[in-house]
């Protein structure tokens, strides 16, 4: 396989973990089995940006749609997330990784508000890479959010009509302190953004492969790194005008 450019690495890299249950229904096994097999991509994935220098990694864990899913699926999934949390914890310290969360997670149990609190305090001092997990989350209620916290802030006095630019909506989000992603990977072949990261991906390099999440293992991503590296990001300017501006 070729090689990674190391200088050329995404800065944060954003991933829809999709296809659990496929998977498991491809086995024959219950859609829970396949969510414990997706926790292994996980930590696959986890490791291998922390190996290669990957600074900001985000995980849609649970969409705020996912609410509407079976109980009992609600409820294994917010068991595993408990487990992975805390038999994760270690791991993060040792490596120097900080976990954060974005996303309404006051509406998630109380036992995984608090092991996902206490991870999120113990490893607050690591600064070699930032795990996000998205919990219940939804870019359209992230942006709602914004808008309505601006609104009571201009009643306020503390926020200006002409003071509302791009910068000031972004400092509303969850994603305030993270910088916006530079590749957004997505598993199991759907071409949807499912309300994720709406604002912030507005220059993101999608992409898209038809692999289930349980089976996307380092060699997948380092797959989707690769094309990534390949292509030209030109955020609305010429080819030209980018070479002109690496080169000078
Ligand atoms: C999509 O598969 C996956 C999810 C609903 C969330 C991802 C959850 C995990 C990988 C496990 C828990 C996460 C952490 C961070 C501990 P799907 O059920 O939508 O698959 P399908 O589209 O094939 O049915």
Not at 47 to 56: K, M, N, V, Y
Not at 144 to 159: C, S
Not at 175 to 193: C, F, H, V
Request: hydrophobic share 35%; glycine share 6%.
């Amino acid at each position: 396989m070729e090689r990674l450019n190391p200088d050329k690495l995404p800065r944060h890299v954003a991933v829809i973990m999709d296809g659990n249950g496929r998977w498991a229904k491809k086995k024959g096994l219950t859609r829970i089995a396949g969510h414990q097999k997706g926790i292994d991509s996980v930590r696959n994935v986890v490791r291998t940006s922390r190996e290669l220098g990957i600074r900001w990694l985000t995980l849609y864990a649970f969409s705020e749609e996912n609410w509407r899913r079976p109980k009992h699926e609600v409820k294994a999934l917010m068991n595993l997330l408990n487990r992975f949390l805390k038999a994760e914890r270690k791991e993060m310290l040792d490596n120097g990784i900080r976990l954060n969360c974005i996303g309404q997670v006051e509406k998630l149990p109380p036992e995984v508000q608090k092991t996902l609190w206490q991870t999120i305090e113990r490893t607050s001092q690591n600064n070699d890479m930032t795990l996000t997990l998205a919990l219940s989350y939804g870019g359209r209620q992230e942006i709602l959010g914004a808008v309505r916290n601006m609104l009571k802030d201009i009643e306020e006095g503390t926020l200006k009509e002409k003071q509302i630019t791009e910068d000031r909506l972004s400092s509303y989000l969850y994603t305030a302190d993270m910088p916006d992603p530079d590749l957004l990977i997505r598993t199991s072949g759907e071409y949807r953004i499912s309300n994720f990261l709406l604002w912030q991906i507005a220059y993101t390099e999608i992409y898209i492969t038809p692999t289930l999440w349980p089976d996307f293992h380092k060699e997948r991503y380092l797959e989707a790194l690769l094309d990534y590296q390949k292509r030209e990001r030109r955020f609305g300017s010429t080819g030209e005008q980018i070479a002109r501006h690496t080169k000078g």
